[in-house]
């Protein structure tokens, strides 16, 4: 398959994993997972057809990471991300001192008096490194990278996930725990 096909079959299963599984007739369990078997199934259903080998190459080439499979590639799930109500089974884990947001400046204004939430996500994305953050960014406009004090928000009681592909989680980040570039 070729780059634009990856990220065509990638999209769309961003769709039916993180938000609308309905949309071919799938229903994802507690966690998110889904049988592999079964997702193909339904993809062909909606001539959407892939093979085996070529689900394991999008979940492989995708660039962010964003899908996984169990030990023996039976079930699949997005890895975070998700609108629906589900439990991703992470342990809280304690976070680097700083952890980035990206964003674009035409929401900085609400940022500054909201802080970020999760709105209609499952939790906040952030970052360890600030290339990822700057890259999530720019998908929405002029980027802008916001340092959040995560340790110091760690040890007022917040609790800190990882995912499967390296994006920390947290419920929400206060404005009194964000530094915002001058």
Sequence with gaps: MNDKQIKNISKF????????????GIELDDQGWVSTEELLDKLSNKNKQISMDELIEVVDKNNKKRFSFNEDKSMIRASQGHSLKLDLGYSPVEPPEFLYHGTATRFLDGIKKTGLE??????????????????????????????????????AGFKFYVSANDVWL???????YIDFPE
Excluded at 13 to 24: A, D, F, G, M
Excluded at 170 to 176: E, H, L, M, N, S
């Design 13 to 24: 299963l961003s769709l039916v994993l993180r938000h609308k599984p309905e949309t071919i």
């Design 118 to 155: 999760k709105r209609n996500r499952h939790q906040v994305h952030l970052s360890l490194e600030l290339g990822t953050a700057k890259s999530v960014g720019q998908r929405h406009g002029k980027a802008i990278i916001l340092t959040v004090r995560s340790k110091e928000m760690h040890e």
């Design 170 to 176: 947290t419920d929400a980040v206060p404005t009194t």
